[in-house]
């Protein structure tokens, strides 16, 4: 990613050595991407498309000496064969040097192991959060933190910021990522000095928490972790926990944010969690790219839009430094060793290829949701 300037909003990359004199030789980089651009995914696939042609646009308009971007999206809908297949035509058309796409995890794993096996070829999901994606080969990368990165975020918060020490989890055991996030949170928050009072297990088809919630009110916890992501059932418990009167507070996944427009707003109140990404976020360089991505499209950019805009830039900017296409190897080293900064804050790669960064943890008081803290769980 750039330097954000003011204006044009470029994002910056943060280098430990020193590359700035070496750029793009060749006269086009191709930039290829896998979007779904039709159905219920529609809306995301549009403003990634977006996100993508505002950070080549702005690169176009810089004055940098690379001559030109071409740009080639696919349709890859939004499931595993379709996105297959369709990056499978992008390669064999000859329209990418580099990949973006990949809005859900089904459809980034359907794209990692056909770019796995082109080694002059790097993919990057701007949105895809399952940690099994970059399992594929090396030269795949995730912008988006993982799903169980969130488990370690808001174990490290409960513990540092609100000095938590005894936390009661509750699971969907029928969801492998309920497992693994919650194994995370537990190991976080157990190495942090906390203790956990119990974990309580339900069903994907349960819809009566009654019973299991008056057994976690026996054990008197700060707070339940609720590993779960999906929408209707963490409404379902939290709505189930108020009439029982069960006094608490609670720590779940970014899920929580559209779960508080399924119920009653006094059902929620001391509710924390993590969010990849929010307009209210009063950084200049987000609120530049707010401001110019409204310009040219007239609608706020959503998170599709901003993790799609850092992904190109990071990819433009990173080859740029390599000093063209013709090393890969070196693309790669950069990639995987230097931090970057965006729209959407600030992050590395871990030793899996997926991104570490500082998160916003919002407090949700009396049903309306209010920006706590920032947290970067490097620094606690």
């Not at 995301?44 to 004055?63: R, T, V």
């Not at 006094?247 to 929580?256: E, R």
């Not at 000093?323 to 190897?329: A, I, S, V, W």
Request: proline share 4%; hydrophobic share 40%.
């Amino acid at each position: 990613m750039k330097k954000l300037i003011a204006a044009p909003c470029i994002l910056a990359i943060i280098l430990s050595t020193v590359l700035s004199g070496c750029f793009i030789s060749s006269s086009t980089l191709k930039l290829g991407a896998i979007l779904p651009m039709e159905g219920d995914a529609l809306t995301s696939g549009n403003s990634a498309k977006n996100g993508i042609e505002l950070a080549i646009d702005q690169y176009n308009n810089s004055g940098k000496p690379i001559k030109k971007i071409e740009f080639t999206y696919y349709n890859g809908a939004d499931n595993t064969p379709k996105s297959q297949s369709a990056t499978k035509n992008l390669i064999a058309d000859n329209k990418a040097d580099v990949i973006i796409g990949g809005l859900n995890s089904a459809s980034a794993l359907g794209i990692a192991p056909v770019v796995a096996n082109n080694s002059k070829l790097i993919f990057i999901s701007p949105t895809a959060s399952s940690p099994a994606i970059t399992n594929a080969g090396s030269n795949i990368f995730m912008a988006m933190p993982s799903e169980i990165f969130q488990g370690e975020v808001i174990a490290k918060f409960a513990s540092k910021d609100l000095k938590m020490t005894k936390v009661a989890i509750m699971i969907n055991t029928d969801d492998k990522t309920g497992f693994e996030i919650a194994d995370k949170f537990k190991a976080t928050f157990l190495a942090a000095g906390g203790t956990i009072s119990q974990a309580y297990g339900y069903k994907s088809t349960d819809t009566d928490f009654n019973q299991l919630l008056i057994e976690v009110g026996k054990t008197s916890p700060d707070a339940i972790f609720i590993a779960d992501f999906d929408v209707i059932r963490v409404s379902t418990l939290i709505t189930q926990a108020f009439t029982l009167g069960l006094k608490t507070k609670y720590l779940s996944t970014d899920t929580i944010e559209d779960a508080i427009r399924n119920v009653d707003p006094k059902c929620y109140d001391d509710v924390y969690y993590p969010s990849l990404y929010s307009t209210v976020d009063s950084r200049i360089e987000l609120q530049d790219f707010i401001r110019n991505y409204q310009t040219k499209y007239d609608a706020l950019p959503d998170l599709y839009a901003a993790y799609s805009y850092d992904t190109a830039n990071l990819l433009i900017d990173t080859i740029n430094v390599a000093g063209g296409l013709n090393d890969t190897t070196a693309i790669l080293k950069l990639l995987s060793s230097n931090k970057f900064k965006g729209v959407t804050g600030e992050f590395k790669f871990d030793s899996e290829r997926h991104a570490s960064k500082q998160l916003l943890i919002f407090r949700i008081k009396e049903g309306k949701p209010h920006l706590f803290t920032s947290f970067d769980p490097e620094n606690k």
